[in-house]
Nanobody, 121 residues
């Protein structure tokens, strides 16, 4: 069971940090991906981090404003989001898989329920 937290309402230009945690176990060795889905749009990848060596991957449109990282002490994965825009409004999901293949939704087997991020003045 994955649980996302940290979503909410933020003004344009603001920042949020999302966290992905698992019930009862650490995510330190799992490949983790962050994805989002806006109303009427398909789910899209944001960023992924491997479990083996911590390599990170970003969708081209997300590079620069979003940063994925691990909090190894807590066994969680974070997504720092800066300079948020209204078009970033979406439900944000984290997903896990034992092995990293690609940063695409189909390659992740376990998903959280999502957390709403709304960017509005």
């Amino acid at each position: 069971q994955l649980v996302e937290s940290g979503g909410g309402l933020v003004q344009p230009g603001g920042s949020l940090r999302l966290s992905c945690a698992a019930s009862g176990f650490s995510l330190n060795r799992h490949a983790i991906g962050w994805f989002r889905q806006a109303p009427g749009k398909e789910r899209e990848p944001i960023s992924c981090i491997t479990g083996s060596d911590g390599s990170t991957f970003y969708a081209d449109s997300m590079r620069g404003r979003f940063t994925i990282s691990r909090d190894s002490a807590k066994g969680t994965v974070l997504l720092q989001m800066n300079s948020l825009k209204p078009e970033d409004t979406a439900v944000y999901y984290c997903a896990a898989n034992g092995v990293f293949r690609t940063c695409e939704a189909d390659d992740f087997g376990a998903w959280g329920q999502g957390t709403q991020v709304t960017v509005s003045s």
